[in-house]
């Protein structure tokens, strides 16, 4: 009766499997299942265990296709959060930028006018003047503005600067960030 059930069974699968793949398979791959089916009608054992063993291969993909599947969930949610903190930085580098730059920002902002002269064009150092800084200096603090790349730009906006009443302007030179104190620019030109 087992017996019977298994050779049904198998030959209802050939003719699903034939059916299914009727266009598909050669002459050739036709024998070689026939052959199949019979060696499975002589020995049912070798049907059951072949069986089992698909079965267990499957399970286990479907165990690493899972296991994978977990990864890649965890790997995109790694991807995502490191774009949103990429896209962070580059909003701070771009305020950065923009921070440093000559032209207004949007928004309200303010800002401090140290003077209103009708014959001094500073304009032409726009590009040249963007950091203000201030240097501690034994008790006080010596203030810094621009940093140009020119003696003869720096020479010409301390003489600027001068004309507008701050008399204690000069050029002072920085050598890799770090301020050479025996620098004299009335000494070089």
């Known amino acids: ?83 949103d903190s990429f896209q ?15 032209s207004i920002p949007s928004g309200t902002v303010y800002a401090v006018q140290i003077g209103f002269y009708e014959q001094l064009d500073l304009v032409s150092f726009n590009n040249k003047i963007r950091t203000i800084r201030a240097e501690d200096q034994g008790n006080g603090k010596r203030y810094v503005i621009g940093y140009f790349s020119s003696l003869d730009d720096a020479i010409q906006f301390g003489a600027d600067i001068k004309s507008i009443g701050i008399d204690d302007a000069f050029v002072s030179q920085y050598v890799n960030g770090k301020r050479n104190m025996g620098f004299d620019a009335m000494k070089v030109k």
């Open 1 to 83: 009766m087992k017996f019977t059930r298994i050779t049904i069974g198998l030959l209802v699968l050939f003719s699903f499997s034939t059916s299914v793949y009727a266009q598909k398979l050669s002459k050739e791959d036709k024998k070689r299942i026939k052959k199949e089916l019979k060696q499975y009608k002589k020995n049912p054992t070798s049907y059951k265990k072949m069986k089992d063993k698909n079965k267990s291969d499957i399970a286990e993909r479907d165990q690493t296709i899972e296991e994978l599947t977990k990864q890649l969930d965890k790997n995109n949610a790694e991807l995502l959060a490191l774009k």
């Open 88 to 102: 962070a930085i580059s909003r701070r580098f771009n305020n950065l930028l923009n921070a440093s730059s000559t």
